[in-house]
């Protein structure tokens, strides 16, 4: 009896064991999903405080904690991500907005001040050498940090890596409250490409977000017309200033419908607590839309300068007519293409001249030796007067100096 008892109790704990494990590791699941969100709430708090760096760090501290122990693109991860990222993204912006502010205002040396450097610079040739082992060992220190600056990862590289484990966790979820994070995903992730520079990605991801935003929000939504704006604000950046103006239009017309909506709210009301927030919102709201409409008028602006430029590039790449100086066959001034076209006549016709005068005639270009047995004696007679003649007269040059200056005197008596 005492061992079959022995034997039950035995059997009785090793089946209770697997159920305490598996209790175990579901309440210390719970205990870091429960964790988690106090570090999500706290990090959204950082952030309506604009305490960004602190919101990073503790996002960052809940996307680890969750990833370690449900796996980097599991449901549970994709809120955490989702808001690192946005965070990510608004440090990038402030570091960029430092950056700016600090290089604002900064002096340019002057050419003096170079020069004086310059002076200052130049050593004797015996501390050459010293001074050349100095350098080896600054460059490989410099070389050294440039590497470890290469290593580090940028804020907004952090940030598109976050918001794309959000977007492939939030892809396979279809609520209607996911697909509005998942257009938000893709409203940061176009926000991250435009701060980049990369305009082609930025406007698929903005796209990708209207989409999503047009399925599953009224017409007179804040959210669809950020993401408008977004999209007129990057077709002005790659110069589409008719994609610019449709989107910026869109923006107002969301915006003017949101105000109507907001105003007969306000009216209907009974009490002025009770409509606060809306008439918040209704100021905030009429104060953008000046803005919105000169961004309008800068980009029609933009798009007439454009097309004038593109004018002026066609009619001088397309051989438009240009007067030119040459004259044409009937007197007039030819254009560029006719002056062109005549070249090859001009210098058939040239060449054809050429080839009927006799050769006595370009005597004054060509000069040959004259050989000796050629020369005749009538040559020869005549070339000793000129001699003589230049003999009794003085030499050539100071008599035709001479008739010069007679010249001038008789011209200054006459004057």
């Given at each position: 009896?005492p061992?079959?008892?022995?034997?039950?109790?035995?059997?009785?704990?090793?089946?209770?064991?697997p159920?305490?494990?598996?209790?175990?590791?579901a309440e210390?699941?719970?205990?870091?999903?429960?964790?988690?969100?106090k570090?999500?709430?706290?990090?959204?708090?950082?952030?309506v405080?604009?305490?960004?760096?602190?919101?990073?760090?503790?996002?960052q501290?809940?996307?680890?904690?969750?990833?370690?122990?449900?796996?980097d693109?599991?449901d549970e991860?994709?809120?955490a991500?989702?808001?690192?990222?946005?965070?990510?993204?608004e440090?990038?912006?402030m570091?960029?907005?430092?950056?700016?502010?600090?290089?604002?205002?900064v002096?340019?040396?002057?050419?003096?001040?170079?020069?004086?450097?310059?002076?200052?610079?130049?050593e004797?040739?015996?501390?050459?050498d010293?001074?050349d082992?100095?350098?080896?060992e600054?460059e490989?220190e410099?070389n050294?940090e440039?590497?470890d600056?290469?290593?580090?990862?940028?804020?907004?590289?952090?940030?598109?890596?976050?918001?794309?484990?959000?977007?492939?966790i939030?892809?396979?979820?279809?609520?209607?409250?996911?697909?509005?994070?998942?257009?938000?995903?893709?409203?940061?992730?176009?926000?991250?490409?435009?701060?980049?520079g990369?305009?082609g990605?930025?406007?698929?991801?903005?796209?990708?977000?209207?989409?999503?935003?047009?399925?599953?929000l009224?017409?007179?939504?804040?959210?669809?017309?950020?993401?408008?704006?977004q999209?007129?604000m990057?077709?002005?950046?790659?110069?589409?200033?008719?994609?610019?103006?449709?989107?910026?239009?869109?923006?107002?017309?969301?915006?003017e419908t949101?105000?109507?909506?907001?105003?007969e709210v306000?009216?209907?009301?009974?009490?002025?607590?009770?409509?606060?927030?809306?008439?918040?919102?209704?100021?905030?709201?009429?104060?953008l839309?000046?803005?919105?409409?000169?961004?309008v008028e800068?980009?029609?602006?933009?798009?007439?300068?454009?097309?004038?430029?593109?004018?002026?590039?066609?009619?001088?790449?397309?051989?438009?007519?240009?007067?030119?100086?040459?004259?044409?066959?009937n007197?007039?001034?030819?254009?560029?293409?006719s002056?062109?076209?005549?070249?090859?006549v001009?210098?058939?016709?040239?060449e054809?001249?050429?080839s009927?005068?006799?050769?006595?005639?370009?005597?004054?270009?060509?000069?040959?030796?004259?050989?000796?047995?050629?020369?005749?004696?009538?040559q020869d007679?005549?070339?000793?007067?000129?001699?003589?003649?230049?003999?009794v007269?003085?030499?050539?040059?100071?008599?035709?100096n001479?008739?010069?200056?007679?010249?001038?005197?008789?011209?200054?008596?006459?004057?």
């Amino acid at each position: 009896m005492p061992e079959e008892t022995a034997a039950s109790s035995s059997a009785t704990s090793m089946d209770e064991k697997p159920c305490s494990s598996n209790a175990a590791t579901a309440e210390g699941l719970e205990d870091v999903l429960e964790e988690a969100k106090k570090l999500i709430g706290t990090g959204n708090r950082h952030m309506v405080m604009g305490d960004v760096v602190s919101a990073v760090s503790v996002f960052q501290d809940a996307c680890g904690m969750l990833a370690e122990k449900y796996g980097d693109t599991a449901d549970e991860c994709g809120e955490a991500f989702f808001l690192c990222g946005k965070a990510l993204l608004e440090l990038a912006r402030m570091e960029n907005t430092v950056l700016g502010n600090a290089l604002e205002g900064v002096p340019e040396e002057s050419s003096e001040e170079g020069e004086k450097q310059e002076d200052s610079k130049i050593e004797s040739a015996d501390n050459l050498d010293d001074d050349d082992d100095d350098d080896d060992e600054e460059e490989g220190e410099g070389n050294a940090e440039d590497k470890d600056s290469e290593d580090e990862v940028g804020n907004l590289q952090l940030a598109w890596e976050m918001l794309e484990v959000a977007k492939v966790i939030y892809k396979r979820k279809e609520d209607k409250e996911d697909q509005l994070v998942m257009a938000q995903i893709f409203l940061k992730l176009g926000e991250v490409g435009a701060e980049s520079g990369n305009y082609g990605q930025a406007l698929d991801d903005f796209q990708e977000c209207l989409a999503l935003q047009l399925k599953h929000l009224p017409p007179h939504s804040r959210l669809l017309a950020e993401t408008h704006y977004q999209l007129g604000m990057t077709f002005s950046f790659t110069n589409e200033f008719r994609q610019a103006i449709e989107h910026f239009s869109s923006s107002i017309k969301v915006i003017e419908t949101r105000v109507a909506m907001l105003q007969e709210v306000i009216d209907k009301a009974e009490g002025e607590e009770a409509v606060k927030e809306q008439r918040n919102e209704l100021e905030e709201l009429k104060q953008l839309l000046p803005e919105i409409k000169e961004k309008v008028e800068d980009a029609k602006e933009s798009q007439k300068t454009a097309a004038a430029a593109s004018v002026a590039i066609q009619q001088t790449m397309g051989g438009a007519s240009t007067s030119s100086a040459f004259p044409a066959e009937n007197g007039g001034a030819s254009s560029s293409s006719s002056t062109v076209n005549q070249i090859p006549v001009k210098r058939e016709a040239a060449e054809g001249a050429a080839s009927s005068k006799s050769a006595s005639d370009i005597s004054h270009l060509v000069r040959k030796k004259r050989k000796p047995e050629e020369e005749s004696p009538k040559q020869d007679s005549e070339a000793k007067k000129v001699k003589q003649e230049a003999t009794v007269n003085g030499s050539g040059d100071s008599a035709s100096n001479g008739n010069g200056v007679q010249e001038k005197m008789e011209q200054e008596a006459s004057a």
